[in-house]
């Protein structure tokens, strides 16, 4: 009997899903499959994905289970995609139909996919890959990106048969979040009504984004594009409807210029063959980065003394959430004025965010670590920060404490320019 399999990784939807739309369009029995394996292994002593992550993800199969059940699909879940696409093949005709990522761990799956008959898609931007030189700057991919036009989304998948097969089953994690936290409801539904409700936003966006606290000063959409709840092409097309509904601004733009930099460093990595993973990044340049112990166990306990730094710290590991602004200003003081090696910091927010996905975090941690996509060394004043962007009232939410120690920062990143990055 001949089986489509779909295959799920961080493609948790069913609308524009391209395999799951091609697969039921070309096939009348389909079954989707999804592995826990992605979630599993450690790196630099921090799991790879963290409680946060894990939940979200796993409320996401919640819903995904039950809106394939409404397409006539079944959903089963495994903890090796190897060993039970060789029992399905076993057993039936297979076609192995799956989106295609970027990263090193999921390019090597797949590998294990293209074993069989198989058909992929390249989903993961708005725009279609396009050939750009990725050493260079995020101006010179925008200038050529700009000019291109965005794929419409594709609809909902066709109704099918399906097939029993065995599955794993899974529990999920209880957590409880401070009164204050950042909390996310997953799933495609969600992720649907969370655009919706940002379209009463996208004129003010511009003047919030920075903003360290709050929910609605920006998007929100992150941890719906990292799981696939949602795609980038709905996001976008919805704006544009919007736009054309309402009007244009410049702030209604700038979310369409922020989803740029996701397909930027997404391109980045994918054709960079995986060098954003490396200490030595696109640039290939060999830092001296520090290895200190004391450094590191200040910083990962939250008790470097600089109030915004350490604030941020407890928010992301008592949330797995952290804004735009908090996030820069953590990488650039691990990097800049510790001068620690910043694939250390990379695996801490990969482990903690609810949000994370290869592309974004290692290019936005390569860049801020000056062995990435950025043109000139830069270093983010933390002080100067947080009073611009409303740090005096987010230090008050996650700090009970306030440092008393004078800690000269400048001096901290002079030196490490000069030791660590051999600059004057
Ligand atoms: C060190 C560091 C690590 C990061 N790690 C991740 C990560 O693992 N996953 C992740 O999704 N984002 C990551 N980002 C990018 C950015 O911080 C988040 O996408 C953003 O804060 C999410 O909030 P939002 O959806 O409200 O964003 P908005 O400001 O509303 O932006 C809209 C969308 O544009 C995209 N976007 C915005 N800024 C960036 C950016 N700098 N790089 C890439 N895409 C961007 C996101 O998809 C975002 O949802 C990281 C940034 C830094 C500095």
Redesign the pocket.
């Known amino acids: 009997m001949k089986l489509a399999i779909v295959i799920f990784r961080n493609n948790l939807r069913v609308e524009d899903n391209p395999s799951l739309y091609y697969a039921s369009k070309s096939n009348d029995r389909v079954l989707g499959l999804y592995s826990f394996e992605i979630l599993q292994g450690h790196l630099f002593g921090f799991k790879k994905c963290g409680k946060f992550r894990e939940a979200f993800v796993k409320s996401s199969l919640e819903q995904l289970y039950k809106d394939l059940k409404a397409y006539g699909i079944n959903l089963c879940f495994t903890n090796d995609f190897s060993n039970t696409l060789a029992k399905l093949s076993d057993k039936f005709d297979i076609s192995v139909y799956f989106d295609e990522e970027v990263g090193s761990e999921e390019e090597h799956l797949q590998r294990v996919f293209a074993k069989y008959k198989h058909k992929s898609y390249f989903n993961q931007t708005m725009i279609e890959p396009f050939e750009f030189d990725f050493t260079k700057s995020f101006s010179h991919f925008r200038n050529k990106a700009e000019k291109l036009e965005i794929p419409k989304p594709l609809g909902l998948p066709n109704k099918v048969k399906t097939v029993e097969f065995e599955s794993e089953q899974f529990s999920k994690a209880m957590i409880s979040y401070p009164n204050d936290a950042i909390f996310f409801e997953a799933g495609e539904h969600r992720a649907k009504q969370r655009l919706e409700d940002y379209m009463n936003n996208i004129h003010s966006?511009k003047d919030t984004?920075n903003a360290m606290s709050g929910f609605d000063n920006?998007?929100?959409?992150?941890p719906y594009?990292?799981a696939g709840n949602i795609s980038?092409r709905m996001i976008y097309h919805r704006l544009k409807e919007e736009e054309r509904r309402g009007y244009q601004s410049q702030s209604s733009y700038w979310?369409y210029f922020?989803?740029l930099?996701?397909d930027?460093?997404h391109l980045v990595m994918l054709y960079s063959k995986n060098r954003l993973f490396l200490k030595s990044g696109l640039k290939g340049k060999n830092f001296n980065f520090r290895n200190d112990k004391e450094s590191l166990d200040k910083f990962f306990s939250a008790n470097t003394g600089i109030d915004i730094i350490d604030a941020s710290i407890i928010e992301l590991k008592s949330s797995g959430w952290?804004?735009?602004r908090n996030?820069?200003l953590?990488?650039s003081y691990f990097v800049k004025n510790l001068g620690l090696d910043w694939r250390v910091c990379?695996a801490f927010?990969?482990s903690y965010?609810v949000?994370?996905?290869p592309a974004?975090?290692y290019?936005?941690?390569a860049?801020?670590a000056h062995v990435g996509n950025d043109k000139t060394y830069r270093v983010f004043d933390p002080i100067k920060q947080s009073h611009t962007y409303g740090g005096d009232n987010y230090i008050k939410t996650w700090l009970d404490r306030r440092s008393s120690s004078f800690i000269d920062y400048h001096k901290m990143s002079q030196e490490v320019k000069k030791e660590v990055f051999n600059e004057a």
Not at 218 to 222: A, I
Request: aromatic fraction near 24%.
């Open positions: 966006y984004r920006s998007t929100k959409f992150s594009l990292s980038a979310i922020e989803l930099w996701r930027f460093f952290l804004s735009n996030r820069q953590v990488a990379a927010f990969e965010l949000d994370y996905n974004s975090n290019g936005n941690f860049y801020q």
